[in-house]
């Protein structure tokens, strides 16, 4: 079956500093990967939608200059979150499209904690 | 705005009690996904659902789907501990390949 490998699993950095998520789809091509948030006992809230090759789109209310989307091959998509701060500690999941209709595949999530 | 409305939303019961969980959304969409979330993990794949009166069943669970409605059911039979856990429906848009996301039923099923 589709596989997404996310990588870490878990992250604690200090302030200021930048942090780079990545997610892998291992047998499959993702033409399209979304970049989830979760805060505790909440659904999932949609950071930003890439394809392969083009810009990411995010969504309303999202920093592009701090949460930078890098979808450079059709395995490989990259969330960094720049300049880190406390309020950006969250846990934070990739989810990658086939282009079907079985479509989504989650990675494992990456817990972030800045401190 | 397509919007997705999931109850309860949290369910505590009784092991081997049988209950139904709901996702109602508001415009037209046929296809619906469930989820599980486990404390601390990510999501599994449940349930795809692609047309209006599609049934899966996959062990103690069944969901359904009724497009007209605009309703779909993730029904458990006969619940056992392994199964308390977050559930979350999710609707398909096609206008942007976008799933939208119901706000989860934590479900807790005592021995």
């Known amino acids: 079956g589709a596989v997404v490998s996310q990588h870490p699993s878990w992250v604690i950095c200090k302030s200021g500093t930048s942090v780079k998520i990545e997610c892998r789809s291992l047998d499959f091509q993702a033409t399209t990967m979304f970049w989830y948030r979760q805060f505790p006992k909440q659904s999932l809230m949609l950071m930003a939608t890439?394809?392969?090759?083009?810009?990411?789109?995010?969504e309303q209310g999202v920093e592009k200059d701090k949460f930078l989307i890098n979808h450079a091959s059709l395995t490989l998509s990259t969330l960094t979150v720049t300049s880190a701060h406390p309020e950006d500690s969250s846990f934070y999941i990739c989810?990658?499209?086939?282009?079907?209709?079985?479509?989504?595949?989650f990675g494992s999530g990456t817990r972030l904690t800045v401190v | 705005e397509l919007k997705v409305e999931q109850n309860p939303l949290f369910l505590s019961m009784q092991e081997g009690k049988n209950y139904t969980i709901y996702c109602n959304y508001s415009?037209?969409?046929?296809?619906l996904y469930w989820y599980r979330q486990d404390p601390g993990k990510s999501l599994e794949s449940l349930f795809v659902l692609l047309s209006n009166g599609a049934v899966k069943q996959e062990g103690r669970l069944m969901a359904s789907l009724d497009t007209k409605a605009r309703l779909s059911t993730l029904h458990i039979t006969a619940a056992v501990h392994d199964l308390s856990a977050t559930y979350f429906c999710a609707v398909f848009m096609d206008s942007n390949y976008q799933l939208i996301w119901g706000a989860g039923t934590k479900l807790i099923i005592k021995p």
């Open positions: 890439s394809n392969e090759g083009s810009k990411a789109t995010y």
């Open positions: 989810s990658a499209g086939r282009g079907d209709h079985y479509g989504y595949t």
């Open positions: 415009t037209t969409s046929d296809r």
